[in-house]
């Protein structure tokens, strides 16, 4: 029984404590743009291929031109 009586109390407790974060998250507005961090995802993985491309198109301009030296 005593086991009971700390036991309900610790577990009102943890569930105001946890509504009380949950409450401060919605204020401080971590719930805003749920769909923006997906979406922007996406985007930086783009943005990085077309900066990486024109390395690639040198890299393969000077294998070609090492090529045509040796011919």
Do not use: C, H, Y
Request: hydrophobic share 45%; glycine share 6%; net charge negative.
């Amino acid at each position: 029984m005593s086991t009971v009586l700390f036991l309900i109390p610790l577990a009102l407790f943890l569930g105001l404590l946890s509504l009380g974060a949950f409450l401060w998250s919605l204020k401080s507005g971590q719930f805003d743009d749920l769909e923006g961090a997906a979406l922007r995802i996406l985007l930086d993985d783009e943005m990085d291929n077309l900066e990486k491309k024109p390395n690639i198109e040198k890299q393969s301009n000077t294998k070609t031109e090492k090529k045509n030296a040796d011919v």
